[in-house]
C-alpha cells in the first residue's frame, strides 16, 4: 500500500514568488491535513480537506490556501513568499472512518525562501 | 500555537536503557497520539490513546495518560540506536475536523 506522497521533495523560491506543493493520501483516505514546521514554531496545524472542504482552518494568514480534488490529491499555495515561509511542509491523511484515527504523514516539502 | 509542553527537551541515554517522556496538555481531547520524527523527515505514528484509557502498550512503547491531571508519558523500554529521533506528543480534540495540535517534542539519542 503506497503512503503519503508529497511532491516536490525540496523548493527554493525567492520573496515574493509564490509556490504550490502537492500532496497525494493514502488510497481511499478522503481527509487530508497540512502542517508547517519550523524550529521556532515548532509544528503547527494549517487546514484540512474532506470531501473536496475546507473543514478546519489554522491561524495563518489568507496567503496561505488549499484545495482537494475529488480523487483526494490536495495542494497548498502560498502566494508572495516570506522569508518566513521557510519550512518543513508536512501532509497528513487519514480514513477518517470513525473519530480518533491516526494520521499518515508524508515526507514533507522542505520549501526555503530566499 | 502549541498544545503545551514537552519535558524533557532534549535526553541522552546508553542503548538498553529506558527513556522516558513527559506532555503536558491545556484543553480538553479526544485521544493523545506520539509521533517519531527523524531528522526532519516525515512523522511517523507511533500509538494513540484516547481519553477513556489510562494506559496502553505496543511492542517496546507504554503510554499513560492522566486526563485529571492534562499530561502523558511515554515510555520506550531497552532502547536501541534507531530509536534515535524527536518524539512528539499530539492531542485531538475531536469535535468532527481533523486538527493535531503537537507539542514542541523531546529530542531522543540513544549512545551505543
Known amino acids: 500500500k503506497a503512503g503519503v506522497t508529497q511532491t516536490p521533495r525540496y523548493l527554493i523560491k525567492t520573496r515574493g514568488q509564490q509556490v504550490t506543493l502537492s500532496c497525494s493520501p493514502i488510497?481511499?483516505?478522503?481527509?487530508v491535513s497540512w502542517y508547517q514546521q519550523t524550529p521556532g514554531q515548532g509544528l503547527q496545524f494549517l487546514f484540512e480537506?474532506?470531501?473536496?472542504?475546507?473543514?478546519n482552518k489554522g491561524n495563518f494568514p489568507g496567503r496561505f490556501s488549499g484545495r482537494q480534488f475529488s480523487n483526494s490529491r490536495s495542494e497548498m499555495n502560498v502566494s508572495t513568499l516570506e522569508l518566513g515561509d521557510s519550512a518543513l511542509y508536512l501532509c497528513a491523511s487519514s480514513p477518517r472512518e470513525r473519530a480518533g484515527s491516526g494520521y499518515t504523514f508524508g515526507s514533507g516539502t522542505r520549501l526555503t525562501v530566499v | 500555537s502549541q498544545q503545551g509542553e514537552e519535558d524533557p527537551q532534549a535526553l541522552s541515554i546508553q542503548e538498553g536503557e529506558n527513556a522516558t517522556m513527559n506532555c503536558s496538555y491545556k484543553t480538553s481531547i479526544n485521544n493523545l497520539q506520539w509521533y517519531r520524527q527523524n531528522s526532519g523527515r516525515g512523522l511517523v505514528h507511533l500509538i494513540l490513546?484516547?481519553?477513556?484509557?489510562r494506559e496502553k502498550h505496543s511492542g517496546r512503547l507504554r503510554v499513560t495518560l492522566d486526563t485529571s491531571k492534562k499530561s502523558s508519558s511515554l515510555l520506550i523500554t531497552a532502547s536501541r540506536a534507531a530509536d534515535t529521533a524527536s518524539y512528539f506528543c499530539a492531542t485531538d480534540a475531536g469535535q468532527g475536523a481533523q486538527k493535531l495540535v503537537f507539542g514542541q517534542g523531546t529530542r531522543l539519542t540513544i549512545n551505543p
Open positions: 488510497s481511499g483516505h478522503r481527509s
Open positions: 490513546i484516547r481519553s477513556n484509557e
Open positions: 480537506y474532506f470531501s473536496e472542504t475546507q473543514r
